[in-house]
């Protein structure tokens, strides 16, 4: 039989406000456990919640790019449960009315194509905190469980989507759309790897045709690109062979285990929480008004779908180059730059995209952390374009500021020689000198039918780009080349 | 001393009669000699209290003395006060220094005033009787076999009894007016989002709200200066002028348009109860007021609404005493549902017990709707029933309980004990104001009348409270305890 896989992600994104969602306690990573906690974090007697307007803003603004619904009310809601890292015994979410309506996301796939992935909606929420399991006891031998509440409180974005997704694929380009939207609004650091951004994958199978959905399997706390292919590959073939072989799948929440690349269940329907969602009496509905919604639209930075038509539209760049310079907004800007400073896109998209990008991966570097900076390899560029240096020697000065020996282009090329030769009288000296030490290679170029001169005259200008340490230029090494060895035939 | 109102001692400060390391040396020993009988204060805090004197001292001697600079108050267990345990009347707390203070707290410290100590309070400040306090019951001042009404029946009976001219109490469905009725003596309770909620333990969230218990309208309205007035930290709290509740005092009451709700004098009130209220408002129409009959149709809805919002919401707001964090923990727990499970069966009382279960069942899938959604429809039209007749008139009177207070023990049945609150649950589901002011005596216990005003209208609630001590002395009674002379 031919399946189907249906997937739906609930993407989880903190928000990087300077403060908590509802204390004025700092959201830094990495604090010493406990630290950045304060009585409101910490659920004390008293205390009270005041929301910040920066993650709501930073919400709207998400809504915004998405293109969704700006509803002019949302209401918090109490969802309540008990354990050790969630302070005060209820999570405060929003449950009946997000903050952000339906909207939609596009994907390209790797053919090219794109296909529009619906949001059902997003809401505000505060995370918990950490439960250590790891390092804690009590010397004799009892385990026990240290409690970080440095997180709780920390503002997050749920972003849920309709089941659309039909494949791993599809799933990871969505959630690398959202991270792309959401690093480009500057309202996350995405950093998947800090727990930034997390993701709840629903999946199930049917059989090609079939108009309903199989039943669902929850994978929580999916937190890299490639887990989620991989969580939801493992649990596409789990559910497959379950039903081939004559089994049900049941509706449960499962954890992906990235160690040994599997799913397993964590709890069934049954066991389900009843979280007794009811709106938060310590906090007023939200009410936006048209112009704060106005405002926050037309200080929306430029998005990667309109960075991408730019880039091809205004640049000239292949629809390929656009998406890949277009995926991140590092990325993008870094490539703004490098072309700015050198006033050729395409020249610029190449260098970004080849040499550059070629040193980021095997250095496994972002590009917000590569040591040629965006002016730098503008310049070089720059002096390729100019004539000053030859493509070949560019090579070797990007690798030269790459090791960070010199400030700027200009400077390498000075110290190392590598300006480009372009007094002919120099290069024909040079030329000389390699015919007459090649005697062979001559008298075989001479006895050679015209038509298949034109390739033997490489090994002659490899000679000569040798003789000048590659500061020759080429095009004129070329056709001195061969006025002067024709000239002998 | 403990004779006087806020109003009069202020007055002997700033007279120099005497200093208020002396006023507070008095009342400590008062408390000293006659609370280990009353049990009024769960925490009293001497050494704080003389520090807090001496600084009203000194600075009244720096020509910085306020209104309320040097006057003792006890503040309700409720209100977290920095370095001094609060427990809400719960062994769940009984172990609590609260870390920093309630913004009540903080504004009277700033106002000068002096803290006596920690009041007794029914637990979590759930009860009419102030029975259900881990610290034992408080006995009423007027009648040692009586009730003081709860929740904030420590603070009533130290106010009664002469242990401090003033104290801080909250009100989620009565807990102000009903013991100020049993122990007669005045309190408000103002509209919701007069005074912030920070800090003050939570009971209901959207109901509960602090105000000022004393011997008159006028130290009820000093004190409202000190306290009301918008906070940033508590989202509920409004950001609207807080005006000198003391300002129209004198206002003459000719023309007034009292509404009599005929609901809250219909089946249950005790006749002599009914005859005291009406009584009281015979010396309103003395004074100029006219008097009809208004309708608050809803009324009989009131308690059981808010015993669906109520126990919702404190199901969720004491979800975060687990023992994990503070307060009570189970000795050696086996694995962390024991922890839990233990821990709050040992730290709750049955009360709170019985509210945190109902409140959780009607939260539960499947009946959310049919009692919390119910509920707050309900609420809705009790609060349009009040909109309805403050069309018509500029108060409401009737009485604040349909008794005088009971006999200790005497309400052994949860619900008999829900029904004491029946004229005074309405006014927290609405948000209006309401005081209670003392009317007579029926068998020598305390009858309270309760007036009503529309939202925010504190200013001139007080005022008809007022202009009716003026022309009545039942305010003045003192119980045998508090009329000895040292």
């Not at chain 1, 001479?446 to 000569?464: L, N, S, T, W």
């Not at chain 2, 969720?316 to 307060?327: E, K, P, Q, T």
């Amino acid at each position: 039989m031919q399946w189907e896989t249906v997937i739906g992600l609930e993407v989880h994104v903190q928000l990087a406000t300077q403060s908590k969602i509802f204390s004025g306690a700092s959201t830094a990573f990495g604090a010493e456990p406990n630290t950045q906690a304060c009585a409101v974090d910490l659920g004390l007697p008293g205390v009270l919640p005041v929301l910040n307007e920066q993650a709501v803003a930073m919400a709207v603004q998400f809504g915004l790019a998405i293109h969704a619904e700006i509803p002019e009310v949302s209401i918090f809601d109490r969802k309540n449960y008990f354990y050790p890292d969630l302070p005060k015994g209820y999570q405060t979410s929003q449950m009946y009315h997000p903050i952000v309506g339906p909207g939609e996301v596009e994907i390209t796939l790797e053919d090219g194509s794109s296909k529009r992935i619906r949001v059902h909606h997003a809401h505000l929420e505060e995370d918990a905190g950490k439960s250590l399991h790891e390092s804690f006891s009590d010397g004799m031998g009892h385990g026990m469980t240290g409690i970080d509440l440095n997180r709780a409180g920390t503002p997050l974005l749920e972003i849920v989507s309709e089941p659309d997704m039909r494949s791993a694929k599809e799933a990871a380009a969505y959630l690398k759309a959202i991270h792309s939207i959401v690093t480009y609004l500057g309202i996350s650091d995405g950093n998947m790897a800090e727990g930034s951004m997390r993701c709840d994958v629903n999946v199930s199978v049917r059989p090609v045709g079939q108009a309903e959905f199989g039943t669902r399997a929850e994978v929580k706390n999916v937190n890299s690109f490639r887990f989620v292919e991989r969580a939801i590959e493992f649990e596409v073939e789990r559910q497959i062979e379950l039903i081939e072989d004559g089994g049900k799948v049941v509706q449960e929440t499962r954890l992906y285990d990235p160690e040994r690349d599997e799913t397993r269940s964590m709890r069934t329907k049954e066991e389900a929480n009843d979280y007794r969602y009811f709106p938060c009496p310590d906090l007023l509905p939200v009410v936006l008004d048209g112009a704060y919604v106005d405002h926050l639209r037309e200080i929306l930075p430029e998005l990667p779908d309109e960075k991408r038509a730019r880039f091809q539209a205004e640049l000239g760049l292949s629809a390929y180059d656009a998406g890949v310079l277009a995926a991140s907004r590092e990325m993008a800007e870094y490539f703004e730059e490098v072309k700015d400073t050198c006033g050729d896109a395409k020249q610029a998209a190449n260098w970004v995209m080849g040499e550059l990008a070629g040193a980021l991966n095997r250095e496994g570097l972002p590009v917000q952390d590569s040591p040629v900076s965006a002016r730098q390899l503008g310049e070089l560029v720059g002096r390729v374009l100019d004539d000053t240096i030859n493509g070949k020697a560019a090579k070797q000065v990007f690798q030269a500021l790459w090791n960070g020996q010199g400030q700027s282009a200009d400077e390498v090329i000075e110290a190392k020689g590598l300006k480009q030769v372009t007094d002919s009288g120099a290069i024909e000296a040079m030329i000389d000198q390699v015919i007459a030490d090649s005697p062979a290679q001559v008298a075989q170029y001479r006895d050679a039918e015209p038509d298949k001169r034109g390739k033997m005259i490489g090994y002659f200008v490899g000679q000569v780009m040798k003789a000048s340490r590659g500061t020759a230029n080429p095009q004129q090494v070329n056709a001195l080349l061969k006025e002067k060895l024709d000239a002998l035939c | 001393m403990h004779d006087k109102t806020l109003t009069e001692l202020a007055a002997s400060l700033e007279a120099g009669e005497f200093t208020s390391r002396e006023l507070t040396e008095h009342l400590l020993a008062r408390i000293a000699r006659l609370d280990g009988e009353l049990n009024s204060f769960i925490t009293v805090t001497p050494e704080r209290a003389l520090a807090d004197a001496d600084a009203a001292d000194a600075a009244r001697a720096r020509g910085e003395a306020g209104p309320l600079t040097g006057l003792p108050v006890a503040i309700k267990d409720l209100f977290c006060t920095e370095g001094v345990l609060t427990t809400a009347g719960s062994k769940m707390l009984a172990n609590f220094v609260s870390p920093y203070d309630a913004t009540v707290v903080e504004r009277l410290k700033a106002a000068g005033t002096v803290s006596l100590g920690k009041a007794n309070l029914d637990e979590f400040a759930m009860g009419s009787s102030n029975e259900n306090s881990a610290f034992g019951a408080v006995k009423n001042p007027w009648d040692a076999s009586a009730v003081p009404g709860g929740s904030s029946g420590g603070s009533a009976a130290a106010v009664a009894a002469g242990l401090a001219p003033a104290a801080m109490g909250t009100d989620t469905g009565g807990s102000i007016r009903q013991p100020a009725a049993f122990c007669g003596i005045t309190g408000l309770k103002p509209t919701y989002g007069r005074v912030s909620r920070w800090g003050i333990i939570a009971y209901a969230s959207s109901l509960d709200q602090a105000g000022p218990m004393a011997r008159t309208a006028e130290d009820c309205a000093l004190l409202m200066n000190a306290i009301a007035g918008h906070d940033h930290r508590d989202s509920t709290s409004v950001a609207r002028g807080v005006p000198d509740y003391t300002e129209e005092l004198g206002a003459p009451l000719a023309g007034l348009k009292i509404g009599l709700p005929v609901e809250h004098f219909g089946d249950g009130l005790d006749p002599a109860v009914e005859a005291a209220v009406r009584e009281a408002v015979a010396v309103y129409e003395s004074l100029g007021a006219t008097v009809r009959e208004v309708s608050l149709p809803h009324t009989h809805y009131a308690i059981p609404a808010y015993y669906v919002i109520a126990p919702a919401e404190a199901s969720s707001n004491l979800s975060r005493y687990d023992g994990v964090r503070f307060g009570h923990r189970c000795k050696a727990p086996s694995d962390l549902i024991d922890l839990y499970k233990r821990s709050r069966a040992e730290g709750f009382g049955e009360e709170v017990k019985r509210r945190i279960l109902i409140g959780t069942h009607t939260l539960s899938e499947g009946f959310f709707d049919a009692y919390y959604k119910k509920a707050q429809q309900v609420r809705r039209l009790i609060r349009q029933d009040f909109l309805d007749a403050f069309e018509e008139v500029d108060v409401l009177m009737g009485p604040a309980s349909p008794t005088p207070a009971f006999d200790l023990g005497a309400k052994k049945d949860p619900v008999s004990m829900y029904l004491q609150d029946i004229y005074t649950i309405a006014v927290n589901l609405a948000g209006i104001p309401g005081v209670s002011v003392p009317a007579g005596f029926v068998k020598g216990r305390p009858v309270g009348l309760q007036i009503l005003g529309t939202h925010f209208a504190e200013q001139r609630l007080l005022n008809v409270a007022h202009q009716y001590q003026q022309a009545t002395d039942w305010h003045l009674r003192r119980p045998e305890l508090a009329e000895e002379t040292t």
